[in-house]
C-alpha cells in the first residue's frame, strides 16, 4: 500500500493558516493535521511521536511545518524539532510563520531581479529602508539584505524602544547590523527617504505609512516595494500589479501581486522539496531565500 504524505502543522496560536493548509495540500501533502496553542516544550513530544509511528523508509512522507507570528519562536521550534530527532528517524521540518519567510524573500529576490536588469547592481552597500520593520516580515527582510551587504534600518510607528529591541535581537541571533529609527510622526519618517537607495514597505495591512508627497523626498531611491495588497497602499502610488514600473517619485516600483506571485511559488516548491526529499531537510528563511531566487531566475 502507497503511504500518505502527511504533514504535521505547529502552530503556538489558537489556529493555523488556511493559506498555509491549501498550499500544502496543492503542492503534495496528503493530510495536514494542525496542533494548535503548542508551546516551545510541546515540540519534543509532538516530534518524536511523529518519526517513530512511521518505518525509516516512510519518513520522508511525514514533515513537520511551524506556523504562528513569531520568527524567532518559529526557529526555537524548528531548533527543538531538529534536536528532537533520533537518527536515523528523521523528518523535514519548514518554518514560515504567518509566511514572512516567504513573503520577504519574494520580496528581497524580486528587488534583486530589478538591481541586477535594470541597475546592473546587487544588495551590497544598498541604503535600505524597511517601513513596518519592527514586524515580522520586514524584519526578516532587513536581515537578509544585511547577510548580503545592504546598510538597513528597520523604522518603527511607536517609537524607538521596541524597534531598537528588535535590533538587538536580530544582533545577538543573526550577528547582523541593522538600525533601528523612530517613525512615530510623519516628519520623522519622511527623515529617513533622501538617504535610501530602497525602500520596502511591510507595514500593517490597509495602512497608508508614506504619501506621494513624502516619497518626493526619496531622490535617490532606486526601488520601492510594498507587500500590502490591502488598499490603501503603505506607499503611496505603487499599485498592485506593478512590476518595475515607474513611480512619480522616479523609483522603480515592485506591487505586492507581483512578488505576492514569487511567494506563492516558493511556499509551494518548498513544500514539493519536503514532499520528494529523499533525506530530512531543515528549511528556514535562507532556503526560501534562495528557492525565490531561482524561481526568479537570478544568477
Known sequence: ??????????????????????????????????????????????????????????AKKTGIF?????????????????????????????????????????????????LQDKFQSDLKDKNIVIYGGKGIVGGISAIMCAQYGSNCTIVGYDGIENVSKKATEYKNRFGVDILPADGSTDELNSSYLPKADIIFCAARAGTQVISKDQLELAKKSKILADVNAVPPAGLEGVKL??????????????????????????????????????????LNFDEAL???REIIGLK
Do not use: W
Not at 1 to 16: A, G, Y
Not at 18 to 28: E, I, K, Q
Not at 252 to 280: A, H, N, W
Open 241 to 282: 500589479k506593478d512590476d518595475d514600473a515607474k513611480h512619480s517619485c522616479g523609483a522603480l516600483s515592485i506591487g505586492p501581486l507581483t512578488s505576492g506571485d514569487i511567494k506563492v511559488k516558493t511556499q509551494y516548491r518548498m513544500f514539493e522539496k519536503m514532499c520528494s526529499s529523499e533525506t530530512p531537510l531543515y
Open 66 to 114: 511551524i506556523c504562528g507570528k513569531d520568527a524567532s519562536l518559529a526557529l526555537d521550534m524548528m531548533d527543538m524539532a531538529k534536536d528532537s530527532m533520533v537518527p536515523p528517524f528523521e523528518i523535514s521540518v519548514f518554518p514560515d510563520p504567518a509566511g514572512s519567510f516567504t513573503t520577504a524573500a519574494a520580496m528581497v529576490a524580486c528587488t534583486e531581479k530589478t
Open 1 to 58: 500500500m502507497t503511504k500518505k504524505n502527511i504533514l504535521h502543522m505547529i502552530s503556538p496560536q489558537e489556529n493555523v493558516s488556511p493559506f498555509d493548509v491549501n498550499m500544502a495540500c496543492d503542492a503534495g501533502y496528503d493530510l495536514v493535521i494542525p496542533y494548535t496553542n503548542v508551546n516551545l516544550t510541546d515540540v519534543k513530544g509532538l516530534v518524536q511521536d511523529a518519526i517513530f509511528s512511521r518505518s525509516i523508509k516512510n
Open 290 to 292: 534562495e528557492t525565490a
